[in-house]
Each structure stands twice: as C-alpha cells, then as structure tokens.
C-alpha cells in the first residue's frame, strides 16, 4: 500500500503538469495582482493554495489587493530515483492591483527555499521551512 501511495505522488504531478500545459495563460486581471512561479532547476512548482482555499489553476495566482497567504507545490528531483514533494507557505502583507509578482524556488545542494518577488526581482518575503516528505 505504501509503495503505491509513494508512486501516486509523480503521476499526479505528472498529470498537473500536462494539465496546466494544455491551455493559454489567461490575461491578467488590472484589478488584481498576478503571481506568477518560476523555479531555478528542474523542479515543479504548482500553485495550490490562496488564504486556505484551492484554486483551479497551478500555474499562477491571482489575488485582490492587500494581504494574502499562499501556498505551492514543489516536487523536487533530487536523482533519478530520490524525489520529495515539499509545501512553503509564504504570507504578504502589500499586493497591490495590476501589479506581477512572482514566487521564485531555488534548489541550493539539499535545501530548498521559496521568495516572493516583485516585478523588478526585489524580495518582498520568504517562504517559512517547508514540510518535505518522499515520493
């Protein structure tokens, strides 16, 4: 049972990812703020969490002005046969309407972190610890 819980995780990774994939990037709403993901390696990032609720697209965020807290995926492979999936939360306080943001994973030898930036790449808040399990 174990062994199939372990696999699961890639595969629907896997599938989030060719689902994200298969449609355009919908346009911005200049209401709201944009956050966009990017990863410094060969991971996936996936959006999954605004203030506690899911939301429908991994590929980004988009949230009203003010102050939110969100939460994504990173499915890291480590080696062909070590991977992990690790969650960061990372809180803000500043969104501002019709303004693009971007969380940012690095991968630097066995730790991983996560960095909101804004538009020009000035760090505005870092990801807490993230929880980490196999698979």
């Keep these: 049972m174990k062994s199939t819980t372990l696999l699961l995780a890639p595969l629907l990774a896997g599938v989030c990812l060719l689902s994200a994939c298969a449609g355009p990037m919908p346009k911005a709403d200049p209401s709201e703020a944009w956050i966009g993901l990017r990863d410094d390696n060969q991971d996936v990032v996936l959006a999954e969490r605004v ?7 991994g590929r980004f965020f988009e949230v009203k002005p003010g102050r939110h807290d969100l939460e994504v995926m990173v499915y890291d492979e480590r080696t062909n046969d070590d991977t992990q999936t690790c969650q960061a939360d990372i809180s803000y306080q500043g969104f501002k309407a ?4 971007r969380v940012v994973e690095s991968n630097l030898g066995n730790s991983l972190s996560a960095t909101l930036q804004d538009g020009q790449g000035r760090v505005l808040a870092h990801a807490g610890p993230m929880d980490c399990m196999p698979g």
Excluded: E, L, V
Excluded at 51 to 57: C, P, S, V
């Design 51 to 57: 203030d506690g609720k899911n939301i429908n697209d």
């Design 98 to 101: 019709g303004q693009h943001y």
